[in-house]
């Protein structure tokens, strides 16, 4: 039975007076509209004659016209034609949305019966909490994988990046976070996927047990740079709507890269002068507000746990949405196009990847072995081609041997599957052999 909050707020999603304006002319995705300038804002929803699928959102105001960017194909559309004015675009999560797939617009996508709404309305554009409200970041997380328990741990609230170019790896390494590690909630986004692969990683990556916990929200590569945009901001939205229940939320987004191409071409169309090396200048605050609304909440909320997928076009780490989201999330780690080509999964760069929970997210013993680990690594790779072309001498530089023994095992190490964080400690360990001993004692 329906509740009276729920009713209330059917009928407030579905106001008796809309305002009216009509189509001026036609350019591509950009329209012109008039009648509109004196109630619409930028980012408002509008919909062409009383075609509800063919959605627009508006992109410019001036006193007597108004932009509007097209959601679908313009070929339908005439001049004169009615255009009616939605207002800004909301969303009203619930609690029965778990275990549910849905788009941008917070519409099914599955066959799961009726999406219910919930009795609250969001918008996609909420602030952060306010830096001095928030909680500080909390207890490490256990993931699965030994290398992230120890070497590159994640912390309640983190927000990390995987750098990767395609193909190596990094949509995968999603999915077995989305598994593993321990969050109450997990919202994961699919931006510009391919649309077989959605219901991949739905049926056949999560399984039953995995969507249970999930609310999947996909926007595959066919759709327009607003779609893509706009469920990228949904999910966004709906993770801060249970951490707003104090619920600790997984967030999973693969990939921000795609959010920001959706940008570029969204701005374009608009006018906006391209800078940073082809992006627009509205780039660094777009992905600067979206990041930091992820992370710990206030003492009465939850927490959101953050993961974004960089694509890397050539392995560039400079190109501006790498460079730039480094500068902003709270540690990056870089997967290896060399290392997958070996075999080894995860392909982790482990020199390259940096966890800025650390030092605080671990003991003063763990931080000497995982600081040790490093070194090792380190010294191994400065002679690493000298010890392949068989130009070294056992025996001339005892740290060189140590590393040269070692490597094999800090490898084998990086791909161990372990739940248990000190267990994985010990794994870490454990490949020094006789060695150990010297770096941290046992206590």
Not at 144 to 165: C, D, E, K, W
Not at 190 to 219: C, Q, Y
Request: hydrophobic letters at 40%; a negative charge; glycine letters at 10%.
């Amino acid at each position: 039975m329906l509740s009276f909050d729920l009713i209330s707020a059917v009928v407030r999603r579905h106001p008796v007076v809309r305002s009216i304006g009509r189509v001026e002319s036609i350019s591509s995705i950009l329209v012109t509209v008039t009648g509109l300038s004196d109630v619409a804002s930028i980012g408002d929803q509008v919909t062409f004659g009383g075609e509800e699928d063919l959605h627009g959102e508006i992109a410019s105001v001036s006193a007597k016209t108004v932009q509007v960017i097209v959601d679908g194909d313009p070929r339908a559309l005439r001049i004169g034609q009615f255009v009616r004015h939605l207002g800004a675009f909301t969303l009203s999560p619930d609690e029965s949305w778990l275990g549910r797939v849905i788009d941008g617009s917070g519409t099914q996508m599955d066959f799961g019966g009726r999406l219910v709404a919930g009795t609250a309305e969001i918008g996609l554009d909420i602030p952060p909490p306010s830096a001095t409200a928030r909680k500080p970041l909390g207890a490490r997380l256990s993931t699965g994988y030994a290398l992230f328990n120890t070497m590159l741990p994640i912390v309640r609230g983190q927000r990390l990046g995987l750098f990767s170019g395609s193909g190596v790896g990094k949509s995968s390494l999603l999915a077995a976070f989305a598994r593993d590690v321990q969050a109450d909630v997990v919202v994961i986004a699919l931006i510009g996927e391919r649309g077989r692969e959605v219901n991949h990683f739905v049926e056949r990556v999560l399984g039953k047990k995995g969507l249970s916990r999930s609310v999947v929200v996909a926007s595959t590569s066919d759709q327009s740079a607003l779609s893509r945009r706009r469920a990228a901001f949904t999910a966004m939205a709906v993770a801060e709507y249970f951490r707003s229940l104090g619920r600790h939320v997984l967030l999973l987004l693969d990939s921000i890269t795609r959010l920001a191409e959706a940008h570029r071409e969204i701005t374009t169309v608009s006018g906006e002068a391209a800078a940073l090396r082809g992006q627009p200048a509205s780039l660094v605050p777009l992905l600067a507000g979206f990041a930091e609304r992820a992370g710990p909440g206030t003492k009465e909320q939850g927490d959101i746990t953050a993961v974004f997928t960089v694509l890397v076009s050539g392995s560039d780490m400079e190109e501006p949405v790498a460079d730039t989201l480094r500068g902003l999330l709270d540690g990056h780690v870089v997967l290896s196009r060399e290392i997958a080509e070996r075999g080894r999964f995860p392909a982790v760069d482990i020199l390259k990847s940096v966890s800025r929970s650390l030092p605080d997210a671990a003991t003063d013993d763990e931080n000497a072995l995982i600081t040790y680990a490093r070194a090792t690594l380190g010294t191994y790779e400065e002679s690493e081609i000298m010890v392949r072309s068989g130009l070294y001498q056992a025996g001339s530089n005892p740290e060189l041997d140590r590393a040269i023994a070692a490597y094999p095992r800090i490898d084998e190490f990086a791909s161990a599957l372990e739940n248990d964080i000190p267990q994985s400690f010990e794994k870490l360990r454990l490949c020094f052999g006789e060695d150990s001993q010297s770096i941290v004692p046992r206590r």
